[in-house]
DNA sequence: TAGTTTTAAGTTTTT
DNA sequence: CTTAAAACTA
């Protein structure tokens, strides 16, 4: 689902009125009740949370220990009683999940929340940057590259190398964004001590900059490079935000922490919730000691810790935290369940990967056809796997017995071609300089425009600022006859959706039985460029499967555009939109969402979740821990162990496969180390014992003179 | 230049 | 095994 546009001027309008009236209803001492309902729920250190103020405060939230509850209410408490204006509060999460989820709860308890900024870190970037696009040397309507941009964007400023070559340095480029390193910065060799690599990364960065364009690690470093050049912006930014609120603060990088830093002032009330336990993001430079030395960075903070588990049963409980007490650098919780009793979590041995899918079936649908207090529904379970690709043994199990399934995550929607052809499309209209949507995009249909004519186009754009659309249109009279042919289709194309859009650019006269209808916004717009420019017969007629799917996925996302306005700054946010929210999801959403299904989905993706029964899948050597990962990278893992265990509710099930077909060639598995470091008797084993694949624990483990599990 | 075939490569996790 | 890039032919 595409979130909703900004909320409109009438909104707060009408909470201003709803305000007023609350001042007028809760006036008398006799309703207090009514008002402090929202605190009623909560436990002593929750609501101590909620109520602290002054002091940077820091909240270490164990898992499933009502994290969320303490930030929604802690919202709702800064607008009732502190009487902070909601616009003046900022609440930053990671996932726009998390975002939508925040922004719901809040808006339940308190619906002036409406109007408080709820956002990602990077869609709070996105909306800075738009803001100070001219001291960022930006458009406001720039674009966002992703990693595949991105390397587009390298291989373009490094024409000698190869994508494959190339591909480990966007990587590094990433990386040096998320620690705050720029070119020259000396410490950039903490990433990478090769000259290669600063020459690179300093090409890439000015080609960025010629194109209009920002990468996902702009989103942030740009943004606090401008409050630090200019303490008048963060000075106003300062005055804005009264109150900021941080969820999931483990995973904040280097450049997160600093962006923290330029928006707190003397005023500002800080409040940041994190378990270190769960930091699980890492290789995206996820900094723990963000969270480990917050206390130093920001001198007086508090600290309170919530060690109440109310989610999963106690025997799950333990299980995890086992495991996860192996690791040396943690801050140290003890996480007490509040739901004693429950049912041991089981250990399955599997010979292969499709017994293991194959198991998974089978425990859900005896669940399902159980009678009685025990009965379960698909969707109560779900099934946890380390890496995508480990979904399709269950998905091809789960549809040969029919049982209903949801894959989350990896439908990478705006992944396909002929999405991120289109998206390239809309790029050129919001960006003309954006150069690598227009390479992606002159020749597709075929135009005629090969190496040769486009070399042609690109030394025009060199004469004027980079503006490829532009470039094309001068380059006419010097391209073959077919190509200029093409071309000016294109231009004409483009040209009568700039004009749908209020025609900023020397657009061809407005037709009016074209005009695009109000309610209809941005999509009637986006659904006629992709038939003007061809690209929708294109792939209509390359749909491989022939069940139009491509022309279903762009009629799709003509449709998600609809909720913007016919603009160029609706299309700029729509595009935004698109590329900030990889979880954007077909139409068929509600539908989808109501249909009783298992859950598929990656370790990673759970962050947040909660689900009654849980079966966590390969658990192999190799495989989850991933490739002999050591140190600080094997403590991610197990941390990742962790965090999968502790989304169960009341029934935990692992598995582990004795083969399993590895790039495509069967493999044999070892059982993945954490299953050893399991506390003797904290689960049941069924299927064969390990021993009796010849299998022995990973080697160095400790606990193979104390004798197996 | 377009489209097809061959060959190679490479596979975490996500904003 | 799947996907992507490079080479080749029409």
Same mark, same amino acid.
């Given at each position: 689902?595409?979130?909703?546009?900004p909320a409109?001027?009438e909104?707060?309008?009408?909470?201003?009125i709803l305000n007023?009236?609350n001042?007028?209803?809760h006036?008398?001492?006799?309703v207090?009740?009514?008002?402090?309902?929202?605190l009623?729920p909560l436990?002593?250190?929750?609501l101590?949370a909620v109520?602290?103020?002054g002091h940077p405060l820091l909240i270490l939230?164990?898992?499933g220990?009502?994290?969320t509850?303490v930030?929604t209410?802690?919202i709702?408490?800064?607008?009732?009683?502190?009487?902070?204006?909601?616009?003046a509060?900022?609440?930053?999460t990671?996932t726009?999940?998390?975002?939508r989820e925040?922004a719901e709860r809040?808006r339940d308890?308190?619906e002036? +929340?409406?109007?408080?900024?709820i956002?990602?870190f990077?869609?709070?970037g996105?909306?800075f940057?738009?803001?100070n696009?001219e001291?960022?040397?930006l458009?406001p309507?720039f674009?966002i590259y992703d990693?595949?941009d991105?390397?587009?964007l390298?291989s373009?400023a490094?024409?000698?190398?190869?994508r494959?070559?190339?591909k480990?340095?966007?990587?590094?480029i990433?990386r040096?964004?998320?620690y705050?390193?720029?070119p020259?910065d000396?410490?950039?060799?903490?990433?990478?001590?090769?000259?290669?690599?600063?020459t690179?990364y300093a090409?890439?960065?000015?080609r960025?900059?010629?194109?209009g364009?920002?990468d996902?690690g702009?989103?942030?470093k740009?943004?606090?490079?401008i409050?630090?050049e200019?303490?008048e912006?963060?000075?106003r930014?300062?005055?804005?935000?009264?109150?900021?609120?941080?969820?999931?603060?483990?995973?904040?990088?280097?450049?997160?922490?600093?962006?923290?830093r330029?928006l707190?002032?003397?005023?500002t009330y800080l409040?940041?919730v994190?378990?270190?336990?769960?930091s699980i993001?890492?290789?995206?430079?996820a900094?723990?000691r963000?969270i480990?030395?917050?206390?130093?960075r920001f001198?007086g903070t508090?600290i309170?810790?919530?060690?109440?588990?109310y989610?999963?049963?106690?025997p799950i409980?333990?299980?995890?935290?086992?495991?996860v007490?192996?690791?040396?650098?943690?801050?140290?919780?003890?996480?007490?369940?509040?739901r004693?009793g429950?049912?041991?979590?089981?250990?399955?041995?599997l010979?292969?990967q499709?017994e293991?899918?194959s198991?998974c079936?089978r425990?859900?649908?005896?669940?399902?056809?159980?009678?009685?207090?025990r009965?379960?529904?698909?969707?109560?379970?779900?099934?946890?796997?380390?890496?995508?690709?480990q979904s399709?043994?269950?998905e091809?199990a789960f549809?040969?017995?029919?049982?209903?399934y949801?894959?989350? *995550?990896?439908?990478k929607?705006y992944e396909?071609e002929?999405?991120?052809d289109?998206l390239s499309l809309?790029?050129?209209? +919001?960006n003309?300089?954006d150069e690598?949507a227009f390479?992606r995009i002159?020749?597709?249909p075929a135009?005629?425009?090969g190496?040769?004519?486009?070399r042609r186009i690109?030394?025009?754009?060199d004469?004027?600022? *980079?503006?490829?659309?532009?470039a094309?249109?001068?380059?006419l009279?010097?391209?073959?006859p077919?190509?200029?042919?093409g071309?000016?289709?294109?231009?004409k194309?483009?040209?009568?959706s700039?004009?749908d859009?209020g025609g900023?650019?020397d657009a061809?006269p407005?037709?009016?039985?074209?005009?695009?209808k109000?309610?209809d916004?941005?999509?009637v717009?986006v659904?006629?460029?992709?038939?003007?420019?061809?690209l929708?017969?294109?792939h209509?007629?390359?749909?491989?499967?022939g069940t139009?799917?491509?022309?279903?996925?762009l009629?799709?996302?003509?449709?998600?555009a609809?909720?913007?306005p016919a603009?160029?700054e *609706?299309?700029?946010g729509f595009?935004e939109?698109?590329e900030l929210?990889?979880s954007?999801?077909?139409a068929r959403?509600?539908?989808?969402?109501?249909r009783d299904?298992?859950?598929?989905?990656t370790?990673h993706?759970t962050?947040?979740?909660?689900f009654?029964?849980?079966i966590?899948t390969?658990l192999?050597q *190799?495989?989850?821990p991933?490739?002999?990962?050591?140190?600080?990278?094997l403590?991610?893992?197990?941390?990742?162990?962790?965090?999968?265990?502790t989304?169960a509710m009341?029934?935990?099930y692992?598995?582990?496969?004795?083969?399993?077909?590895l790039?495509?060639?069967?493999?044999f598995?070892?059982?993945?180390l954490?299953?050893?470091?399991i506390?003797?008797?904290?689960m049941?084993i069924?299927?064969?014992?390990p021993e009796?694949?010849?299998?022995?624990?990973?080697e160095g483990f400790p606990?193979?003179?104390?004798g197996?599990?």
């Open positions: 689902m595409p979130p909703a546009p409109g001027y909104n707060r309008l009408a909470c201003g007023a009236m001042t007028l209803l006036s008398g001492e006799s207090k009740s009514a008002e402090e309902d929202y009623a436990n002593p250190e929750q101590e109520l602290h103020s939230a164990g898992a220990s009502g994290k509850r930030i209410a802690k709702a408490y800064l607008i009732k009683e502190r009487r902070i204006p909601p616009h509060i900022l609440a930053v990671f726009n999940k998390a975002a925040m809040a308890l308190e002036r +929340a409406s109007s408080v900024m956002r990602t990077h869609s709070f996105a909306w940057l738009r803001c696009a001291r960022a040397g458009e309507n674009t990693e595949d991105s390397l587009s390298l373009l490094a024409e000698n190398r190869e494959s070559e190339l480990p340095f966007v990587r590094r990433a040096a964004k998320d705050f390193l720029s020259d000396p410490d950039l060799s903490r990433i990478d001590y090769r000259k290669d690599f600063k690179l090409a890439y960065e000015e960025l900059r010629r194109v364009s920002v996902f702009d989103l942030i740009r943004p606090v490079e409050l630090k200019q303490p912006v963060a000075s930014l300062r005055d804005r935000f009264h109150a900021v609120l941080v969820d999931e603060y483990q995973d904040a990088n280097v450049a997160q922490f600093e962006l923290l330029a707190f002032g003397p005023e409040c940041v994190g378990d270190d336990d769960q993001y890492r290789f995206r430079g900094e723990v963000n480990l030395e917050f206390p130093e001198p508090d309170i810790r919530l060690e109440r588990n989610r999963s049963v106690s409980l333990h299980l995890a935290s086992s495991v007490c192996r690791n040396q650098g943690r801050l140290g919780k003890t996480l007490v369940a509040q004693e429950g049912k041991q979590p089981v250990l399955s041995f010979p292969d499709e293991e899918a198991f079936a425990l859900i649908e005896n669940s399902v056809r159980q009678s009685g207090a009965k379960a529904s698909y969707a109560d379970w779900a099934v946890l796997y380390r890496t995508n690709a399709l043994s269950f091809t549809l040969r017995r029919r049982i209903p949801r894959v989350v *995550g990896s439908l929607f396909r002929e999405i991120k289109a809309l790029s050129c209209m +919001a003309p300089k690598v390479r002159i020749n597709k135009r005629g425009v190496p040769a004519a486009l690109m030394e025009e754009a004469g004027t600022d *980079g503006d490829t659309v532009a094309a249109e001068r380059a009279s010097n391209l073959p077919k190509a200029r042919a071309v000016t289709v294109f231009l194309s483009l040209a009568a700039a004009a859009l900023r650019r061809g407005r037709q009016s039985d074209w005009a695009v109000a309610g916004g941005l999509s717009c659904a006629r460029l992709l038939h003007n420019t061809g929708a017969v294109y209509a007629a390359n749909d491989e499967s139009n799917q491509r022309a279903g996925n009629q799709e996302l003509a449709n998600a609809s909720l913007y603009t160029f *609706g299309l700029a595009l939109h698109i929210d990889r954007f999801e077909i959403e509600e539908e989808d969402a109501a299904a298992v859950t598929l989905i370790v993706n962050k947040g979740l909660e009654p029964r849980v966590m390969g192999e *190799g495989v989850f991933r490739t002999d990962k050591r140190g600080e990278e403590e991610e893992e197990r941390r990742l162990f962790y965090v999968g265990a989304r009341d029934e935990l692992l598995c582990t496969a004795a083969r399993r077909r790039y495509g060639r069967p493999a598995m070892r059982p993945s954490f299953l050893y470091e506390e003797q008797g904290r049941r069924i299927g064969d014992r009796c694949f010849g299998i022995l624990p990973p606990a193979l003179k104390d197996l599990l």
